[in-house]
C-alpha cells in the first residue's frame, strides 16, 4: 500500500507547452500567445501554424524551430532539457499519469493550438503503470503507454486498429506490442490478421474488474464455469460480484453459489458484508 499524487496538469506539461508556444510562434503574425486554464482544459494557442515540413503526423519526431537561436538560449537557461523532445515528454508525462495525450487537432495554418484535459485521471490506468515501473525499475516508453492507454479505453483491439489509432507505424506497434507481451502487460488472442490485443489479467485484479473473463475467447461460458474462472484470478468472489459478471439477480446469484458449493468447487468464507468464496482446494 502506497499513495501517488496526480497532478491536474504536470509541472513540466506547463512548462513545455508555453515553452513551445514562445520559441516555434510566427513572431512576424500579430497577436500574443494565449494561455487558458479552466476545468475542463488548459489551452496554449500561438500565432502562425507549424514551421515549414512539421505536420501533426511526425511532430512528435521531427524537430525545426523557426528561431534555432531562441531555441538555443531556452535550452542554455535551463528552461527546457533537451531540444527538440518537449512535446514527447509531454505525452509521456500525461500518459504515465492517466490522462490523455495533447490535443493539436484545432492546429491550422494560422495558429498553433494545443489543449491539455483538467478532468479526473484514470487511477486505474496511473496505478497499473506506476507500480510496474517501480516493481521493475524501468521505465515505460512513449508508444508503449499509447498502447496500454488505447487497450484500456477501447478494450480488444487488432494491430491494424491500433496502428490506425495511433501516430506511429505498423512496425513500431508490432515491436513494442511484442516487447509488451514479454512483459507481461499485454496478451493476445486469434489467429493471424484477427489477432486481437487487450491487457492481462494483472491489470484487472489491481482494477478489481470482472472483465477479464469476459474477454476470454471461448464458447458461450456456463455461469459455473465464469464463477471458477474469476476465482482462479482474482482469489475469490463476492455473491454481488457473481450477479454482475454473469448478470443475474442476487438470487439467482446465489442459487450458482450454492451448486458450486454443494459439487465441492467452493467455500463460503466470512459473514454478512464480508462473505466471499474461495476455492476449496486451497483450504484444505
Not at 495533447?102 to 503503470?129: G, K, M, Q
Not at 507500480?131 to 487497450?151: F, G, K, M, T
Request: glycine share 6%; net charge positive; aromatic share 6%.
Amino acid at each position: 500500500m502506497h499513495r501517488f499524487g496526480v497532478p491536474r496538469v504536470p509541472a513540466s506539461t506547463i512548462r513545455e507547452s508555453i515553452v513551445n508556444a514562445l520559441v516555434h510562434r510566427d513572431y512576424s503574425e500579430n497577436g500574443p500567445v494565449a494561455v487558458q486554464l479552466s476545468d475542463i482544459a488548459l489551452r496554449v494557442a500561438s500565432p502562425g501554424g507549424f514551421p515549414p515540413g512539421i505536420t501533426l503526423r511526425n511532430f512528435l519526431d521531427d524537430s525545426k524551430p523557426r528561431s534555432p537561436i531562441l531555441a538555443e538560449a531556452f535550452k542554455r537557461a535551463g528552461i527546457v532539457d533537451r531540444a527538440g523532445r518537449g512535446i514527447r515528454e509531454m505525452y509521456v508525462q500525461l500518459l504515465r499519469n492517466g490522462r490523455g495525450a495533447p490535443d493539436y487537432s484545432a492546429t491550422n495554418e494560422h495558429a498553433v493550438v494545443v489543449s491539455i484535459s483538467t478532468s479526473d485521471a484514470d487511477l486505474e490506468i496511473a496505478r497499473f503503470v506506476l507500480e510496474y515501473e517501480e516493481r521493475n525499475n524501468r521505465v515505460l516508453l512513449l508508444p508503449q503507454l499509447q498502447i496500454l492507454h488505447e487497450l484500456k479505453v477501447m478494450r480488444p483491439e487488432t494491430t491494424g486498429e491500433l496502428v490506425a489509432a495511433l501516430t506511429e507505424s505498423e512496425s513500431t506497434i508490432r515491436t513494442h506490442l511484442a516487447r509488451l507481451i514479454e512483459m507481461g502487460l499485454v496478451e493476445s488472442r486469434g489467429p493471424g490478421r484477427n489477432r486481437r490485443h487487450h491487457l492481462t489479467a494483472a491489470f484487472y485484479r489491481l482494477a478489481q474488474s470482472s472483465e477479464y473473463v469476459r474477454l476470454q475467447d471461448t464458447d458461450p461460458i456456463q455461469q459455473e464455469h465464469m464463477v471458477l474462472s474469476y476465482v482462479d484470478k482474482f482469489g475469490s468472489i463476492t455473491r454481488a460480484k457473481t450477479a454482475e459478471l454473469c448478470h443475474l439477480s442476487p438470487g439467482q446469484a446465489r442459487t450458482v453459489l450454492k451448486r458450486l458449493t454443494d459439487a465441492g468447487e467452493l467455500d463460503l468464507r466470512g459473514e454478512k458484508r464480508g462473505a466471499h468464496y474461495v476455492r476449496r482446494s486451497q483450504h484444505k
